[in-house]
Antibody, heavy 119, light 110 residues
């Protein structure tokens, strides 16, 4: 069965970077785009961008351009999301989610990774 | 402010039918399909409806979706206590070249 397993919670200081991993299993990793979303405490969902695991091509939301980098390692079926120059308002749960197709997006989600930014 | 607009709350009694609306614009709902997600407390969102009205395998047929113009709706019939949670709509926005979400609707089963 399809599973997306994310790395554990992180605590970072303002100005630092964080790298969250998302290990896929149960399907062909290179066959489906992977998206990243986040959800601040008590808030709604916010899309950050996606990576094509086959080509490595990326598309980032304008808000995160210059601060986010999405990469992948096809040998271990793992996608990564790195966010730099962290601020307190980056405190959120970060999710990876698979896109089955453009009309069937985010069909499977990781369990989420809490990133806390605090001095 | 979310690009897609949902009511912050909705409510109904067991067995009742409730609807949750999602309003957008010509650049998102008006030109692309709408998807709905259910999020139980402390868990990741779960795909409920895709492509306006399609249910993934395993989603009860009590849940249905529709779209008209720049608005969409999620309907839940035969309301059950376990339906009490948060619901989000989402669509691709051609102008922003970004996926956009509604702010979420908290459904209460009275």
């Amino acid at each position: 069965q399809v599973q997306l397993v994310q790395s554990g919670a992180e605590v970072k200081k303002p100005g630092a970077s964080v790298k969250v991993s998302c290990k896929a299993s149960g399907y062909s990793f290179t066959g489906y785009s992977m998206h990243w979303m986040r959800q601040a405490p008590g808030q709604g969902l916010e899309w950050m961008g996606w990576i094509n695991p086959n080509s490595g091509g990326t598309n980032y939301a304008q808000k995160f351009q210059g601060r986010v980098t999405m990469t992948r390692d096809t040998s271990i079926s793992t996608a990564y999301m790195e966010l730099s120059r962290l601020r307190s308002d980056d405190t959120a749960v970060y999710y990876c989610a698979r896109e089955y197709s453009t009309s069937w997006p985010f069909d499977y989600w990781g369990q989420g990774t809490l990133v806390t930014v605090s001095s | 402010q979310s690009v897609l607009t949902q009511p912050p709350s909705a409510s109904g009694t067991p067995g009742q039918r409730v609807t949750i609306s999602c309003s957008g614009s010509s650049s998102n709902i008006g030109s692309n399909t709408v998807n709905w997600y259910q999020q139980l407390p402390g868990t990741a969102p779960k795909l409920l409806i895709y492509s306006n009205s399609q249910r993934p395998s395993g989603v009860p047929d009590r849940f249905s979706g529709s779209k008209s113009g720049t608005s969409a709706s999620l309907a839940i019939s035969g309301l059950q206590s376990e339906d009490e949670t948060d619901y989000y709509c989402a669509a691709w926005d051609d102008s922003l070249t970004s996926w956009v979400f509604g702010g979420g609707t908290k459904l209460t089963v009275l």
